[in-house]
């Protein structure tokens, strides 16, 4: 009585008629590696380039940038390495069982394969594919009845031999190519739903849920009247009237220039002068002031040669609620104060790319 898991080749008689080709292979571990590969070359092209895109699209979620690429090699490596590590365990198991010597015997219809544990036999045309390629050929039939013949190890004209007898119906090859991308897309989808919960696991993890805010109670009393804020740039400062500006400026060399300046150009138009400090330290004076916009004076920078202080006139709009900010603020004119004599120059710039007066590139040497 036959086994049931055989395949229908076994029931045949011994082939009849005079071998055509007969042939010894040897089976190493290398070689064996080799034989593992060389049969599943198509498989394992399919599930590196999905590997590839899947891997690829995953790194760049996660803006790894130019290591997308590295990434996804590595982990391409890796699946190589697994692969032949497998083949490996499959050669000790194999070892257990038979030596490491096969003879192949071809016929007009069949072809026979004899190990130490038993004899094969396969006709040409129960065969789902006879791959012929420059330097191996392999035969595969229903798994696990592959086999695959490297350089060297068969006759050239074997293949030619071999490519007459191929079988003609595609159905099969169609049919086994369909189940090898149907397994690839299936490895993939496992390994994209694996890294699209870590994902989630690591966004949890970093952002944690809130508990949505309580709803609001009701008032039935009517709120409060707006009152503005003081911006952070117009901390609250004392304010002192123009006659008293020689004891408002600083006795150092900035608010010297701060002093000349005001004398000079400003002070028959101010109507206040009140010291101010921003938000980054910076300090100004407020030199005049109306309902639409303060006007300020402010030390910028040293002039290129180093020997000016140069000083920011500018105006800054208030809202409607009285409140300014250093957002979108008008230059009115840019002076320098030279630091030696105490010579003043206006530029008549109203914009930093601007050009300025003669007597102002003179004094600053810009």
Known sequence: MAEPNRPESWQMDPPQGKPLYSFDTHETEKLYIKRFLLLNRTRLLLLVLDLVIILTWFAHVLNLGRYALLFSLFVVLVSCFLMCSRAKTAYKRQQRIQTGLTHYTFYEDCFTVQKSFGLFIFRYEDLYQIRIRKSSLCLIGALPYNFALLPGEYPAELADFLRERAPKSRVRILKDTLHT????????????????????????????????????????????????????????????????????????????????????????????????????????????????AVDLLQYDRDSQNGSCGLYVYQRCKKDAYGAWSWEGSEILNIYAYHYWDGVTAASGKTGWGDASALEYRELTGE
């Open 181 to 292: 991308i149907l397994l690839g897309i299936f490895a993939v989808t496992v390994l994209f739903c694996f890294l699209l919960l870590l994902m989630v696991l690591c966004d949890f993890e970093a952002n944690p849920p809130v508990d949505p805010p309580l709803p609001a109670e009701s008032y039935t009393e009517e709120a409060p009247a707006y009152t503005a804020a003081p911006t952070p740039t117009e901390p609250p400062a004392e304010t002192t009237t123009p006659e008293e500006s020689t004891a408002t400026f600083g006795k150092d060399y900035i608010g010297s220039g701060y002093e000349a300046i005001y004398n000079t150009y400003i002070k028959d138009a101010s109507n206040t002068l009140t010291y101010g400090m921003g938000a980054k330290g910076e300090g100004y004076y407020i030199v005049n002031e109306t309902a639409d």
